[in-house]
């Protein structure tokens, strides 16, 4: 049965990969984008997470065009790395801006349809950071961390309505993200990796996708590591 999906961020990397997913599938795809141009073949709107009142604004966009909104995807988020003695408030509440309290936002405005419909589906898209932590980034982990509690949350207040809250965890994937790292960094990271290699977006895509399939539908307030064995199931 076709869907309408929003993927948040979904203009490049991950978010692109889960997108396209879903529209192969034949579901109806939104994808939001803060900046440039909706990717081709796909419906675009403008968002800007940090903003209630642009989320809301892409919301009923969607819901216009596409119907409401049946499986959100939280994926929209940034990195502002440093250490801790380094870091300053503006830059932690910055990222958790974006990261968690942009995904709340989310999350907030597809659930009055959803219960209305008395079904959806909500994948927040956290990283194997959030469970394992990272030198330099207590901002980054915090938010990512904080998904967790999200979707538990969430879990616990609408799971008897047929939405289910999850959490896809994923480890090093190939995007603009990590291309940013030194290479002495990604080496590093690579050996710590017993996969020995960072994934390609479509390896967290599919998983995104069945998530929200029937097939998982009794799966809600788990996360899903997708980290090459990093984390260790976490
Ligand atoms: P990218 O940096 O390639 O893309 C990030 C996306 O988020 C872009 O579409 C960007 O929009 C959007 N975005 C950022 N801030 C906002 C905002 N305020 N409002 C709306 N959209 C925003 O990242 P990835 O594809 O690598 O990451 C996607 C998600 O996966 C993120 O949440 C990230 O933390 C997570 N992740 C990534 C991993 C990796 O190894 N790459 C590993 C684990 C988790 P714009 O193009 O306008 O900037």
Not at 86 to 94: A, K, L, V
Not at 153 to 169: D, K, M
Not at 194 to 201: D, T
């Amino acid at each position: 049965m076709a869907r309408t999906v929003l993927v948040t961020g979904g203009n490049r990397g991950i978010g692109l990969a889960i997108a396209q997913a879903f529209a192969k599938q034949g579901d109806r795809v939104a994808v939001t984008h803060r900046s440039g141009e909706a990717p081709a073949g796909l419906f675009g709107v403008k968002c800007d997470v940090t903003d209630y009142a642009s989320v809301d604004a892409a919301f009923s966009t969607v819901e216009a065009e596409l119907g409401p909104v049946e499986v959100l995807v939280a994926n929209a988020g940034i990195t502002d790395d440093t250490l801790l003695m380094r870091m300053s408030e503006e830059q932690f509440t910055g990222v958790l801006d974006t990261n968690l309290t942009g995904a709340f936002r989310c999350a907030k405005r597809a659930s009055a349809k959803m219960l209305r419909a008395k079904w959806g589906r909500m994948i927040f898209i956290s990283s194997v950071v959030g469970l394992y932590g990272s030198a330099g980034q207590v901002n980054y982990a915090a938010s990512k961390a904080g998904l967790v509690g999200v979707a538990r949350s969430i879990t616990r207040e609408l799971g008897s309505r047929n939405i289910t809250a999850n959490v896809v965890a994923p480890g090093f994937i190939a995007t603009d993200m990590t291309a940013a790292l030194p290479e002495e960094r990604r080496a590093e990271y690579r050996k710590a990796i017993p996969a020995g290699r960072f994934a390609e977006p479509d390896e967290v895509a599919g998983v995104v996708a069945w998530l929200a399939s029937d097939a998982a539908g009794y799966i809600s307030g788990a996360v899903i590591p997708v980290d090459g064995g990093l984390g260790m199931g976490h």
